[in-house]
């Protein structure tokens, strides 16, 4: 089983930023896919971006331009830094990890985005 622990999420005002982290307690070696999901209240949970192992990218069309996720092989971590928020971005975030020992979520945490 695979450790996930997220952190970053919060209240913050529109155009504001946050940044989360995720962190994986499993050899970076055996991770494939790193990614952001998100939920919303009476939505299904959606893609937000995902990066492989070689570092290749995919985002939501939503987030395109204002979001972006990075790794840390050595820290086994996840990061996505989201910038210019707006209020439909409030959401659960959870971070999703590929592993050789399957699919993984972490707990999730909250972003809000208002004034």
């Known amino acids: 089983q695979v450790q996930l622990v997220e952190s970053g999420g919060g209240l913050v005002q529109p155009g504001g930023s946050l940044r989360l982290s995720c962190a994986a307690s499993i050899s970076a070696f055996s991770i494939y896919s790193m990614g952001w999901y998100r939920q919303a209240p009476g939505k299904q949970r959606e893609l937000v971006a995902a990066?492989?192992?070689?570092?290749?990218?995919n985002y939501a069309d939503s987030v395109k331009g204002r979001f972006t996720i990075s790794r840390d092989n050595a820290k086994k971590t996840v990061y996505l830094q989201m910038n210019s928020l707006k209020p439909e971005d409030t959401a659960v975030y959870y971070c999703?990890?590929?592993?050789?020992?399957?699919?993984?979520w972490g707990q999730g945490t909250q972003v809000t985005v208002s004034s």
């Open positions: 990066i492989t192992s070689g570092g290749s990218t």
């Open positions: 999703r990890v590929i592993t050789t020992l399957g699919i993984s």
